[in-house]
C-alpha cells in the first residue's frame, strides 16, 4: 500500500508504542533506508508529530497534501513553513536535506561524466538542482576547449522572456571567464519538457551572436520533471 492509499488516523498512536522492528530508524538501521517509505524518511527528518498525528502520519499527510516528494521538494521556505505541524526548525532540516541531495546527485553525475559530451551529461549534472525550483530560472553554463565546465552563470530567475536573456549579458559572462563554448540551461517547472516558441526564438537570437563573437553555442537544455529536451538534438541550433 502506497503512502497516499494509507490511512491518516487522527489521534494516532505515538511512534514510541510501536513495536521496534516496525519503528523508522530501528528499520533504516536494520534493513537501510530503502526499506522505508517517503513518508518513514521524512519522519526521520522531521522528527515529531502534532498533539493528533504521530510523525509518520504526519509526514505521509504532508506528502498527499503538497504532491509527494517531488511537489514538497519544490515548496518554498515560506510555504513549508505554513504548512501544519512545520516549525522552523523542521523546516530548515527539510530544505537542507532536499539540497544535499540535488548537490548529490550533481556531484556524482560530475565525477561521472566530467565532460559536457552530449545532453544527458549536462541533464545529470545540472538537472537535480533545477528540478528543485517552482520557478523558471535560465543559465549558461560556460565550457573550456575540452568541454570540461568552467562555470555556470545564473542570469534571470523568474518567467523566461526576450527582453531579460539578452546575448549580451551572456556573451559577457562566456568572455570574462574566456569560455570556449556556452550551453544555454533552463527549466519548465510545469513539467512538460517541450520548447515554447519563445524558448526557439531566444534560442536562435544567441546561436547567431555566438557565430558573430566566435563562442559557439551547444546546446540548450530544457529540465523539466523527470525528463529533458535537447534544442540542438530537435536540429534548432544550426552548425
Same mark, same amino acid.
Given at each position: 500500500?502506497?503512502?497516499?492509499?494509507?490511512?491518516?488516523?487522527?489521534?494516532?498512536?505515538?511512534? !514510541?508504542?510501536?513495536?521496534?522492528?516496525?519503528?523508522?530508524? *530501528?528499520?533504516?538501521?536494520?534493513? /537501510?533506508?530503502?526499506?522505508?517509505?517517503?513518508?518513514?524518511?521524512?519522519?526521520?527528518?522531521?522528527?515529531? /508529530?502534532?498533539?493528533?498525528?504521530?510523525?509518520?502520519?504526519?509526514?505521509?499527510?504532508?506528502? @498527499?497534501?503538497?504532491?509527494?516528494?517531488?511537489?514538497?521538494?519544490?515548496?518554498?521556505?515560506?510555504?513549508?513553513?505554513?504548512?501544519?505541524?512545520?516549525?522552523?526548525?523542521?523546516?530548515?532540516?527539510? %530544505?537542507?536535506?532536499?539540497?544535499?541531495?540535488?548537490? &548529490?546527485?550533481? !556531484? *556524482?553525475?560530475?565525477?561521472?561524466?566530467?565532460?559536457?559530451?552530449?545532453?544527458?551529461? %549536462?541533464?545529470?549534472?545540472?538537472?537535480?538542482?533545477?528540478?528543485?525550483?517552482?520557478?523558471?530560472?535560465?543559465?549558461?553554463?560556460?565550457?573550456?576547449?575540452?568541454?570540461?565546465?568552467?562555470?555556470?552563470?545564473?542570469?534571470?530567475?523568474?518567467?523566461? @522572456?526576450?527582453? %531579460?536573456?539578452?546575448?549580451?549579458?551572456? &556573451?559577457?559572462?562566456?568572455?570574462?571567464?574566456?569560455?570556449?563554448?556556452?550551453?544555454?540551461?533552463?527549466?519548465?517547472?510545469?513539467?512538460?519538457?517541450?520548447?515554447?516558441?519563445?524558448?526557439?526564438?531566444?534560442?536562435?537570437?544567441?546561436? *547567431?551572436?555566438?557565430?558573430?563573437?566566435?563562442?559557439? %553555442?551547444?546546446?540548450?537544455?530544457?529540465?523539466?520533471?523527470?525528463? &529533458?529536451?535537447?534544442?540542438?538534438?530537435?536540429?534548432?541550433? /544550426?552548425?
Amino acid at each position: 500500500m502506497s503512502n497516499a492509499e494509507k490511512p491518516i488516523r487522527e489521534n494516532s498512536p505515538v511512534i !514510541s508504542s510501536w513495536p521496534k522492528e516496525e519503528r523508522p530508524r *530501528e528499520k533504516l538501521e536494520k534493513y /537501510g533506508a530503502d526499506s522505508l517509505s517517503d513518508a518513514e524518511l521524512l519522519a526521520i527528518l522531521i522528527r515529531s /508529530g502534532t498533539a493528533n498525528l504521530n510523525v509518520v502520519d504526519l509526514s505521509r499527510k504532508i506528502l @498527499n497534501d503538497n504532491g509527494g516528494i517531488t511537489g514538497l521538494g519544490r515548496k518554498s521556505i515560506r510555504s513549508l513553513q505554513n504548512v501544519r505541524g512545520m516549525g522552523p526548525a523542521k523546516v530548515a532540516t527539510l %530544505v537542507a536535506a532536499f539540497q544535499l541531495g540535488a548537490r &548529490f546527485a550533481a !556531484s *556524482e553525475a560530475l565525477t561521472d561524466h566530467p565532460q559536457m559530451t552530449n545532453p544527458r551529461n %549536462v541533464a545529470l549534472r545540472f538537472g537535480p538542482s533545477l528540478r528543485l525550483l517552482n520557478h523558471e530560472v535560465f543559465k549558461v553554463i560556460l565550457l573550456n576547449s575540452h568541454n570540461r565546465v568552467i562555470r555556470d552563470v545564473l542570469l534571470t530567475s523568474g518567467h523566461l @522572456n526576450a527582453s %531579460v536573456v539578452h546575448p549580451r549579458e551572456i &556573451f559577457k559572462a562566456a568572455i570574462d571567464y574566456l569560455a570556449a563554448a556556452i550551453i544555454l540551461m533552463h527549466n519548465h517547472p510545469s513539467g512538460n519538457p517541450e520548447p515554447s516558441r519563445e524558448d526557439i526564438e531566444i534560442t536562435r537570437k544567441i546561436v *547567431e551572436s555566438g557565430k558573430i563573437v566566435g563562442i559557439p %553555442v551547444l546546446d540548450h537544455i530544457i529540465i523539466a520533471d523527470r525528463d &529533458f529536451t535537447s534544442l540542438a538534438d530537435r536540429g534548432l541550433i /544550426g552548425s
